[in-house]
């Protein structure tokens, strides 16, 4: 399909806020087994469940390498497309295209670098190259022109666009050693607004504690629509959750939108710490240059990491007393959709959640 060369924002093209119309859903199989366990069995479950579930309102194509397609075809309901495509862990969030959209309602494709969230740096796998290519090969698919980013690295669940101008990231993640380096905050903000056709980056600092993508935003706050967002939460100060949230907090507060509005902040209550047991650290090979899964360590688990799909919302469930109150929050702030919660402690064993395995198509229909 077309290259273009030019700039989305030039050429009249935006990142639809999540919430905007989708037209389709994206996942990638699980299976790798130095950081799936059972050689990404459980996973395998849970990402079927997922599927299930956000297709019921808009339709999931599940990608799958070739030697796992027969079992990702069986075990995945018929209406869900599965498609062979080589690829290196299931991140679409992250490795796939982001899309944008005109005011004429075409889509086209974003093609970030890739490099595993940080490269030789501090990236959590080796090699990358499969999941690179994983952009460029959606577009194809889809027939959507691209715009391929050779020298700017960037994972999708590091940016949310409220798709009225204003982009949200965190400092920890942009700014960190294994991306661009060379490039001062100025500069990764003229490229985000060119590349998503926003007119302001909001900068919070960081993202959920030890969360191992160098604290994407996508785990800590979202849009729920232009000028009101939700904001990872806890009430604990003995915490250290607590200083992050609330330092985010304080710069959510006093700043405004691109269009120049005040944000209205809900706070999203985390669970209890999560830590891995042993049974779940021995499920997992440990392979030089992937991050180990250590028995006693912390995982990143947050509500925030949850999917908007058309009339619906799926979201992790920790097996937590605050997962009630995630989906009371979810209601209240979206009230014309199903909310739908998933048990997804496999998913955050893998190192992130509902949000970082699935990509959203958007229509370009408000
Ligand atoms: O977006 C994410 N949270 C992906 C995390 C990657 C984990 C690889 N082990």
Same mark, same amino acid.
């Given at each position: ?209 030890? *969360? ?44 405004? *939108? ?73 209601? *209240? ?34």
């Amino acid at each position: 399909m077309k290259n273009y060369t030019s700039k989305p924002k030039a050429d009249g093209f935006r990142m639809p806020g999540e919430f905007e119309h989708h037209d389709a859903c994206w996942i990638i199989w699980p299976q790798r087994p130095d950081n799936w366990r059972m050689g990404g069995k459980p996973a395998q479950k849970v990402f079927v469940e997922v599927a299930k579930a956000i297709n019921k309102f808009e339709p999931v194509t599940m990608l799958v390498n070739e030697d796992q397609y027969e079992n990702a075809r069986g075990m995945l309901p018929e209406d869900i497309r599965v498609i062979e495509m080589s690829n290196n862990d299931s991140w679409i969030r992250d490795c796939g295209a982001t899309f944008v959209v005109n005011d004429a309602g075409e889509v086209r494709g974003v093609d970030w670098s890739f490099n595993a969230w940080g490269g030789l740096v501090d990236g959590l796998y080796f090699p990358w190259d499969k999941d690179d290519e994983v952009a460029a090969k959606m577009c194809d698919i889809e027939r959507k022109g691209r715009y391929r980013l050779d020298d700017f690295v960037l994972e999708g669940g590091s940016i949310h666009s409220d798709g009225d101008g204003t982009v949200m990231v965190t400092e920890e993640c942009l700014l960190s050693e294994g991306r661009n380096p060379d490039l001062t905050k100025e500069e990764i903000t003229e490229v985000l607004c060119d590349y998503l056709g926003a007119d302001k980056v909001i900068w919070l600092k960081n993202g959920i504690y030890l *969360d191992e993508t160098n604290g994407h935003v996508d785990n800590i706050c979202c849009f729920v629509k232009p000028g009101k967002v939700l904001l990872a939460w806890t009430d604990d100060e003995s915490d250290p959750q607590y200083a992050i949230s609330k330092e985010n907090l304080d710069i959510l507060e006093n700043t405004t *939108d691109a269009k120049g509005r005040k944000l209205e902040i809900v706070k999203m209550y985390v669970p209890s710490p999560i830590t891995i047991t042993k049974a779940e650290e021995e499920g997992v090979d440990a392979v030089d240059g992937t991050l180990p899964r250590l028995e006693g360590d912390r995982l990143a688990a947050s509500y925030v990491n949850f999917y908007i799909a058309n009339g619906g919302i799926v979201v992790p469930g920790f097996d937590d007393p605050n997962d009630a109150k995630a989906v009371a929050t979810l209601k *209240d702030c979206f009230p014309g959709r199903e909310i739908v919660q998933l048990p997804a402690r496999e998913i955050l064993l893998g190192g992130g959640n509902v949000h970082c395995i699935t990509q959203q198509q958007p229509s370009g229909k408000k």
